[in-house]
């Protein structure tokens, strides 16, 4: 099973998504996290890529579709893999389907109003070195600026910014939403709350999940 995590930047995909993963025992593929790691790296492919991700722009679909064909080939990702972040347009969703086209899946996309994921993206901060997320309001770390798994810096992301935030929920709304309907011809989409706590979203979904996954203790007992 392919769990496709769909919804505007700040929606809580990248938070749901360890959770589905820790739940369920599928791993977590974020391109938005493989960029990071690469830009940190100072790799070719960071360098590239660094410029559009401070513009709040796509990243060009080569790029993150060779990350995400490497990613997926790996053994852990054999029984199945959360997306977080990809696809992102349509080209992105036809190169998806030619890499691992006979997958099951499910489209889930995260529904929040554009008033809470501008306040989300602007508190949040984001461990420059293992990629935590904290939030000045509700997930505060318990040392300020350090990062409570790895002790790493906390920064916030240079596309929190709030001009990089408008450009990014524009480019959502004109190239990413256009996926939705692809998924809804293809009846594999439902629509999630995204709205209250991360406990309370969590909840909604593994109700969602439970009907098509078997959570990873209880595959462990089965066997
Ligand atoms: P968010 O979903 O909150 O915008 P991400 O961490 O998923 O944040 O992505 C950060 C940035 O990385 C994007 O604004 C974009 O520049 C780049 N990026 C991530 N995934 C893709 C993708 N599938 N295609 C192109 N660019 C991407």
Known sequence: MRIILFG????????????????????????????????????????????????????????????????????????????????????????????????????????????????????????QKCGAVYNLSLQKPKIKGRCDVCGGPLVQRQDDKPAVITERLRVYREQTEKIKAHYQAKLVYQKLDGSGSVEDVFGRLSRILDQKLVPAKSAKALR
């Not at 360098?47 to 790996?74: C, F, H, P, T, Y």
């Open 8 to 127: 505007p930047p700040g929606s809580g995909k990248g938070t749901q998504g360890d959770l589905i993963e820790k739940r369920y025992g599928v791993p977590r593929i974020s391109t938005g996290d493989l960029l990071r790691r690469a830009v940190l790296e100072k790799s070719a492919l960071g360098k590239k890529a660094e410029a559009q991700m401070n513009r709040g722009k796509l990243v060009s679909d080569d790029i993150v579709e060779g990350l995400v064909r490497e990613r997926i080939a790996a053994p852990d990702c054999r029984a199945g893999y959360v997306l977080d972040g990809f696809p992102r347009n349509l080209a992105q969703v036809r190169s998806l389907e030619a890499m691992d086209g006979s997958r099951p899946e499910m489209v889930i996309e995260i529904d929040v109003d554009a008033c809470t994921l501008v306040e989300r993206m602007q508190s949040r901060l984001t461990c």
